[in-house]
């Protein structure tokens, strides 16, 4: 890396992290209406921070639902690679509010680490290339590739207007590849590439008994409880392997290769690690597979939420009416959302018992999971600016979580996606505590810069 | 009934309404701390009416818990019986607020029957004997029988007070019978004693499994989810019949002769009737049991409360640390309490698999469940009353819920228990819109007093 930028990205930092900690402040939950307009302010705030970056074109995009930021620099010439770079600047909602050890909107350096609600997931890791941008611009007047951004505020809560405004725009964002951080390298030492991420499709089960809470004493034994009732039918979901029940679900699920399954085995990734992650007294799930397997190739049945009846402090002898859960699956390739939502859906059904009516609310239409090769030139640029950087060679890997719009750049724009993650696999997402790890933050700067330069060279 | 009597009870309705109305406002929910000066106001405003209806030694108890309220009349002569009345004024918590049609503690007169918490349980069936003993005293200036009241305030959150107070004032306590309204009759025009009640253990169950909640993504597939974990071991604890599976739970349950199923089957309340009050689309339990012995006769085990991870507004694809369930067992003579409690535990802890951990709290030492004769001469009393009051005869039956106090009375004071029963079965005890029928307010006023006259010929 030249001396002169080199110098600017030390003296850069205490800055760079300021802002980022100034963008966390802003609450931008974008699942609970209330946050509607902190979304819409997180927004606002990176068309500031982009202008002062040197961007130009930047446009806040108000939709139906929450807004998105699009921006680029387009002067590197017409026979110089496009990138274009995606993330989102809404976050999960924080409870259990009492489990963190700071505010989650008020960023907190302990250590190494940036502790807030978005810290990793995603402002910190989308403010990343906004900051590469911005230390070449200011630096040598200019980028290497042609670069647009398209930044959205509903990435926690189903990405629709993004996923309305690709097709639409099609030619606005076209690029030779799309750069998405949001994602996490194995530690500190060890960069990865995910070459796959799980698919998504969620709902709410409502099962209802009676038409009103009764007491128990005077029904109990003879109206079924509705919590009861719920158990059942959630514990109906998952044999004793942990294997998902669901008639069909497994149908279409793409079988591991035993080279895959060779290279995926090069992950240091273990029992021994997800259990000191997690905390956990024991691992759980399908015995014939790693835990890398189990968490990248294979699909899932959660219950997020769960609950009714009396669930304040004390007692009440209640029998209640209805109970609700929170129900996701995590799906692989090659399973289509749609047909697993309609297979859950009707053995939810198909397991009610006479004595309770059982309804499921999908909340989306769900998302495919993603899979790219990994000898596609744009990702072995990434591998090399990692190299630079870390000083290690990425790992390729696998990962469980997904990034609902990754499916529609692919249709869409038929680029390829290079998933160059900075976060750590400890960073608490979506749960209390989460933090970024700050020396990823400025190693993912200069590792984001030579991206660009390395993408110049294809 | 004399003339006198009959045109006061009459003319004083509005007001004894009026005064019940009153006593409803106070939101006097004993197992919620922060209602505790409320169950407080309930005990005082007591006082004040028992003071106005002219009995004597009106002494408010306070305890290490919930207030008790102690008054007696004792003029009637030692060659009479003394009576002693127990009820409480304490009440259930009101969620779910949103299902009442008028607010919980705003009695509201609609039709033929008062909606508040408390209307029937107990606050109103309790006053019915304060009105009763003081139409009594100002018509005549005197009671056929002597009599005492010890009503308490925490009867809803495990009766810890009186279970003390009891033992250690048995003298002052003493009585040929004690009568307790906190029950149901069939219907208006078809009065009923129980002669059993069920008794009761409850507890909270806390399934752990990671130490902190975890993103699905990452970790689903290989972490055992909470909820999942709780589901199962909920599920496990019946079987599809709806019989309970703790290993040893039905060992002491009392077996009913073939005289005693028989003398049941004259109760006219079966599935079509329990469907109809419940809106449930099927009955449930054990099969080779109608519904009134379901209810009176066998154990059972709900899940009152269950919760776990995200179940607010949206979706998080959380997998929870922790879960939660509040389970309560109605149970019947002659099973231990302690014995269940622990037959219960050591199962719960038995079905947790080695990747969570289940703790199991219970609430309080429970209640043994209730049974009488129903040829003692006091019961035999309350029937003459009933008959008189309401022109046809009560039917003998047993009832699900519990009344903790009942086994203490029964072993310290050696009085035969009198239940005299004014709520109805559809009065939405212990759940939204509960409401008393006010003619059975009006008639429980003329057979409290016409107990007390037939209590003064035995």
Known sequence: MEPKLN????????RQLAELQEW????????????????HRAAEWLV?????????????????????????WL??????????????FDVQPVDPLNLWHTPPFEPTVRGDDLFARGASDDKGQ???HVKAVEALLQTTGKLPVNVKFIIEGEEESGSGAINRYVPAHADQLAADAVLISDTHILSPDQPAI???LRGMWRAQITVTGASHDLHSGSYGGAIHNANQALAEILAALHDSTGRVTVPGFYDDVRVLSADERASLARVPYGDKEILADSGAPAVYGEPEYTVVE????????????????????????VIPSQAFAKISCRLVPNQDPARIGK?????????APPTVRVDVQKSHDGAFAFLTPYDTPAIQAAGRAYTQVFGTEPIFTLEGGGIPVVNVFQKELGAPIVLMGFGLPDDNLHAPNEKFHIPNFYNGIRTSIAFLQEMAKL
């Open 7 to 14: 110098t600017y990205l030390h003296d850069a930092q205490p």
């Open 24 to 39: 966390l402040r802003i609450p931008s939950i974008s699942t609970l209406s209330a946050h509607k307009g902190d979304v």
């Open 48 to 72: 500031t921070n982009m202008r002062q970056a040197g961007l130009e074109n930047i446009t806040l995009i108000d939709t139906d639902t929450q807004p998105m930021v699009y921006a680029d």
């Open 75 to 88: 002067h590197a010439g017409s026979d110089r690679p496009t990138v274009l770079i995606y993330g989102h």
């Open 126 to 128: 989308t403010f990343i």
């Open 194 to 196: 995910l070459y796959g």
């Open 294 to 317: 189990r968490t990248g190739a294979r699909p899932t049945l959660e219950i997020n939420g769960m609950w009714g009846g009396f669930i304040e402090e004390g007692f009440k002898t």
């Open 343 to 351: 297979l859950v859906t009707d053995y939810l059904k198909q397991l």
